[in-house]
């Protein structure tokens, strides 16, 4: 069972933007921080974002200045939103939500920046 969808990876050229989208399902409740991490070859997965349930946000400093988290407690969704996009930034991006209970983790979603 599916609890996390993300979506809006794809191929897009250097300094493109992209808009990646994740989504509970209705059986997850009381998320209390959502993010998102990426996992590119060869190197261990990594924090890219995060966004708690009071707007708090976080950025690593790699993405800091042209990426944009943003959530929707209600709807339970994530978005990130990434601008002046890199090579380095070709990876699997996975989306996160945090509960008291447990973590519960997407499936991952690949992006590709390259020309």
């Known amino acids: 069972q599916v609890q996390l969808v993300e979506s809006g990876g794809g191929l897009v050229q250097p300094g493109g933007s992209l808009r990646l989208s994740c989504a509970a399902s209705r059986s997850i409740f009381s998320i209390n921080r959502m993010g998102w991490y990426r996992q590119a070859p060869g190197k261990q997965r990594e924090l890219v974002a995060d966004i708690t349930s009071d707007g708090s946000t976080n950025y690593a400093d790699s993405v800091k200045g042209r990426s944009t988290i943003s959530s929707d407690n209600v709807k339970k969704t994530v978005n990130l939103q990434m601008n002046s996009l890199k090579p380095e930034d070709t990876a699997v991006y996975y989306c996160?939500?945090?509960?008291?209970?447990?973590?519960?983790w997407g499936q991952g979603t690949q992006v590709t920046v390259s020309s």
């Open positions: 996160s939500m945090e509960t008291a209970i447990r973590p519960y």
